[in-house]
């Protein structure tokens, strides 16, 4: 079996012309498939090689030899890559799917598996389950537990502004450990939050620990990613050394002005903590700009205070760059930044701050079921901080995505594959597709998904490492990406050639 690095492999498809179709041979009803001459990266990390791949149903079957009595036959021409569906660790799609089960924003860049639940917030294991039943969607769904919503499950949404006494903590382990008995991957927090920043860490401990008598594991939005995110990481350090846990941190970044460029000694304190026992990793999305909301730029919570509407302006993000995406007290604000709304409002962006965030409390007492009263997509980061974080051998990749809003819903795996791997060439492409299968399986503990290898489900993605390449952006954030040619879900095929096969084979994967 001829085994190449990816540089000589590149070479050959430049030579070919890329942009060839395969040849696609059906034979009667869907049996079994099997793709000829493809150029197989396995999600392992080591080289691709040139050899067939045959699946029957949901399930791979051999690597390496041919069928002669498969139904389905797909010759590559060795002009495409196939590796493991990407595996989305950090993903809000879910809550769109029951208007859009194609999920097109994940499958479009080459994602067969999302990890919902993030943040402190989602679905309970039996409303996904019911969900998918009752309208069947495209990929697999996997959740984590909400430590928001045992919260306010337990203590009310009134009351969320302290920390929860011994008697509401044994209320909300009761509940997560019926979640992880039903299959929840562990316990999710959204520590920057106004439902969980009043938690104690102690709470969190003890929850933590519940997740970690089921073997599950704990995700978190740590409780500051600027102003105070050393005392924030050493938290994260301190619950996973506590509950005896692994521990993620969500989407990692330095959204602190003042510390930018400071990566490095992040990445060596978190490998430090490695050393000592402490099984921290992180995942990461490929953008210099959040999406969150207007409030997550006060760190202390103090709304009204115009000296920490002030330092946000100088510290913690660019009003110039920076853009509410929805505001629904004024719709004319949508789509312009701070800095113009501020023009706009005739005041200094730090008024406006305060000003916006005052207006859209008003407008949710005054319509109690709205939701996404106001949105904010925030340049907040460096590339260089971002390229650090992404080449981290303890990082995997995520999109922290919805379906819509931010470009990253739609763009970051393929961003990752064109613009920093084929283009920056920060990483191999084998290093990166391992960051987007094995290694996020193996974060959020996932079994049987990430390589391709017999026995494991066929989750797959088929594309061209020549012309891959995001197209989303702020005015355009739900443009297909390039060069995903097909993808399949259980073995079915449900995106090929930038369009939904309407085919829904996603499965709810348990812990």
């Given at each position: ?85 990407f595996i989305d660790t ?175 000694g992040i990445i060596a304190?978190?490998q430090d903590a490695r ?237």
């Open positions: 079996m001829q085994k190449l690095t990816f540089a000589f492999l590149l070479g050959m498809i430049l030579f070919n012309v890329s942009a060839q179709t395969p040849n696609i041979q059906k034979v009667g009803p869907i049996k079994s498939t099997i793709l000829t001459n493809v150029w197989l990266i396995d999600g392992t990390g080591t080289p691709a090689r040139k050899t067939n791949v045959h699946f029957t149903g949901p399930t791979i079957d051999y690597i390496g030899s041919e069928n002669p009595n498969a139904t389905d036959t797909f010759d590559v021409n060795g002009l495409f890559v196939l590796a493991p569906g950090h993903s809000h799609i879910v809550g769109s799917l029951e208007k859009y089960p194609e999920a097109l924003a994940d499958v479009s860049q080459g994602v067969t598996t999302i990890v919902s639940g993030q943040d402190g917030y989602g679905s309970y294991v039996d409303s996904i389950k019911a969900g998918i039943a009752r309208k069947p969607v495209a990929v697999n769904i996997a959740t984590y537990t909400g430590h928001t919503d045992l919260r306010e499950k337990v203590m009310g949404k009134s009351r969320l502004n302290k920390p929860a006494s011994e008697k509401e903590i044994a209320g909300m382990q009761a509940i997560l450990l019926s979640e992880l008995k039903k299959g929840s991957l562990g316990l999710s927090t959204g520590l920057e939050y106004e439902g969980a920043y009043f938690s104690s860490k102690n709470e969190v401990i003890q929850l933590a620990k519940t997740a970690a008598s089921e073997n599950g594991r704990y995700i978190s939005h740590i409780r500051s990613e600027d102003i105070d995110m050393v005392n924030a990481l050493s938290e994260i350090m301190e619950i996973g050394k506590q509950a005896k846990i692994p521990v993620q941190i969500s989407h990692i970044k330095i959204a602190l002005k003042d510390m930018w460029g400071k990566s490095p304190w978190l050393l000592q026992g402490v099984d921290i990793t992180a995942d990461c999305y490929p953008y210099e700009y959040w999406h969150s909301t207007l409030k997550v730029l006060f760190p202390k919570t103090d709304y009204t205070n115009p000296a920490s509407a002030q330092f946000a302006v100088d510290h913690t993000f660019d009003p110039t760059q920076s853009i509410l995406i929805r505001f629904a007290p004024n719709m004319k604000y949508a789509g312009k930044t701070i800095s113009e709304i501020a023009d706009m409002r005739k005041e200094k962006p730090a008024q406006t701050l305060m000003g916006l965030i005052a207006e859209a409390d008003v407008y949710e007492k005054a319509h109690p079921d709205a939701n996404d009263v106001e949105a904010l997509i925030a340049k907040s980061m460096i590339d260089e901080d971002v390229i650090n974080f992404l080449k981290w051998p303890n990082s995997n990749i995520c999109s922290d995505g919805s379906n819509g809003g931010h470009p990253r819903g739609y763009g970051s795996f393929t961003r990752v594959l064109g613009n920093y791997v084929r283009d920056k060439k920060i990483m191999p492409l084998e290093t990166a597709i391992q960051k987007m299968t094995s290694l996020s399986a193996e974060h959020v503990g996932i079994k049987k998904r990430g390589i391709i290898t017999e026995g494991f489900n066929a989750d797959l993605v088929l594309f061209s490492p020549t012309m891959v390449k995001d197209n989303a952006s702020f005015t355009d954030s739900k443009a297909l990406s390039d060069g995903i040619k097909m993808v399949w879900v259980n073995g079915v095929c449900v995106y090929e050639n930038k369009k939904a096969t309407n085919q829904y084979p996603g499965k709810f994967i348990s812990r």
